[in-house]
């Protein structure tokens, strides 16, 4: 309801800042308080069809209308200069006003109508400036509020999502984030290219606001999602994750064997899950052709071994291959409870608590949601302690047993946000909430939507998965074949 309301308020500010002049060009100013008949007044001042208006009812898509509309208000008061469209453009609800309040500012009349009767013509200059001013502003605010291009950096997604993937992720399905790092380079993301110099300022900061979505995060999305533990970093310049949604807020999410429980209950697996793999070859060897059938793109042969490989495989990848010649064990590699890892301490890394999960056998875990009460405790705190005081900012210490919140003696904590559970489909593989814990939902970019492109580094473009949509999980179906 939050973001709810602090969109209403910036789309009625930057309206609300066309008051004075809906008043010089001879409207009621009043209309520049009133949703609908805002954009029907403005699109009668420069002399465009009112019908248009239905346009800015469009969340997302009334951005790029008001674009061209506040160009040609400017153009209807004879403010016709690249500087000047710049400032109505970028800071319109201090530019408007101002434009209002001088006496020698004059309305002249529809602009679209002017412009045909005077034949107005720009520059090549101009309209190139033009051209790319309009661009960029139009690209930030589509990357901004309504698709990003994201590309599938690791093996983690995989078999759903390859390394080398490009994505289209949809800011919308969520709600799209205000900025909260505001002063940005336009497009960028940490850095400048091919800098390790920051594109952005960590001041003025904003709060986190988030624009009305489509829908809520669903258990199988796949999403998008700032990395967490990156706490030198703002926000929304934190590095981008894409894995599965597992648990939602509220839930309590348990893995035994690799299987994942919900609240108790088996839950239905991805399509194209993959576990590691243990593969012993005969004296035949391995038949790589037939490897490449099945899509298996990489096999790691175990050091000191000259006949044992690792592969990450889905089962019906598994199966096949235990039925070629040639191989003589095809077994799934599971890290039993207390096992040393390899890899990055699992969460909880504070191990004085006695837990002693890994990534097949994990939790219970409860996930926190927005206004749920748990109740602490010196065992259950280091669950809980960096969602407390990191991402919900609370000073946290545990004295003889005893819990203090910003320096109160406390037994239990109301949280102000909800959390989620993220997993990759590699399931071992992928760097998840099994190994830093919750994401909040703050954090979270967008859904991931549609695969427009893919180039693999060891195979190259392929055409297979060009415009694929990630919906329904369908993206491999009928890939894997033992015939």
């Not at 069809?49 to 674009?67: D, Q, R, S, T």
């Not at 002017?114 to 520059?123: Q, R």
């Not at 967008?446 to 392929?462: I, L, N, Y």
Request: charged letters at 20%; proline letters at 5%.
């Amino acid at each position: 309801m939050a973001s709810i309301i602090g969109a209403l308020i910036l789309y009625w500010v930057l309206h609300i800042s066309l008051w004075g002049l809906f008043v010089k060009a001879g409207r009621p100013g009043w209309h520049s308080a009133v949703p609908v008949l805002q954009d029907m007044t403005l699109l009668e001042i420069i002399g465009r069809n009112k019908k248009h208006a239905v346009w800015g009812l469009i969340p997302y898509i009334n951005f790029l209308f008001n674009l061209s509309w506040l160009a040609d208000l400017l153009n209807s008061f004879n403010r016709r200069s690249f500087a000047e469209h710049s400032l109505g453009i970028l800071f319109g609800f201090i530019y408007f006003p101002v434009l209002a309040l001088r006496g020698d500012i004059k309305y002249a009349g529809p602009s679209a109508k002017l412009d045909k009767e005077n034949k107005v013509k720009k520059t090549g200059g101009r309209e190139w400036a033009d051209a790319i001013f309009f661009a960029l502003v139009a690209a930030t605010l589509i990357r901004t509020f309504n698709i990003e291009a994201y590309k599938i950096p690791s093996q983690s997604m995989e078999g759903t999502l390859l390394a080398g993937d490009f994505l289209l992720v949809s800011k919308m399905h969520y709600g799209a984030r205000i900025p909260m790092t505001p002063i940005a380079f336009p497009l960028g993301h940490q850095t400048f290219p091919l800098t390790d110099i920051k594109c952005y300022l960590d001041k003025p900061s904003l709060p986190y606001k988030r624009l009305p979505g489509f829908q809520k995060v669903e258990r199988g999305d796949a999403v998008v999602f700032n990395f967490p533990m990156e706490d030198d970093r703002p926000i929304d310049k934190k590095t981008n994750y894409i894995k599965r949604c597992i648990g939602l807020p509220g839930e309590s999410i348990s893995i035994d064997h690799g299987q994942v429980y919900i609240d108790g209950k088996k839950m239905n697996n991805p399509d194209h899950l993959q576990f590691m793999y243990h593969v012993i070859t005969d004296q035949r060897g391995l038949n790589y052709e037939g490897l490449k059938k099945l899509d298996i793109q990489e096999v790691e042969i175990i050091q000191g071994s000259s006949n044992e490989f690792v592969m990450f495989l889905e089962e019906k990848q598994a199966e096949c291959i235990s039925k070629m010649a040639g191989i003589a064990h095809v077994q799934k590699r599971l890290t039993d409870p207390g096992q040393s890892q390899n890899v990055m301490g699992i969460f909880p890394e504070d191990k004085t608590a006695g837990y002693q999960w890994t990534v097949d056998f994990f939790g219970p875990l409860l996930i926190p949601k927005k206004e749920l009460t748990i109740q602490l405790s010196d065992k259950n705190i280091s669950l809980y302690r960096r969602a407390i005081q990191v991402y919900e900012s609370n000073q946290v210490d545990v004295r003889s047993g005893q819990i203090y919140i910003n320096g109160q003696l406390a037994d239990s904590y109301t949280f102000k946000m909800d959390y989620y559970f993220m997993m990759g489909d590699n399931r071992h593989n992928s760097e998840d909430s099994r190994f830093w814990g919750f994401v909040p939902e703050n954090h979270i970019v967008g859904k991931a939507w549609t695969v427009w492109m893919c180039m693999q580094p060891a195979v190259g473009f392929r055409f297979d998965r060009i415009l694929k949509s990630i919906q329904g999980d369908g993206i491999q179906k009928s890939k894997i074949s033992c015939q």
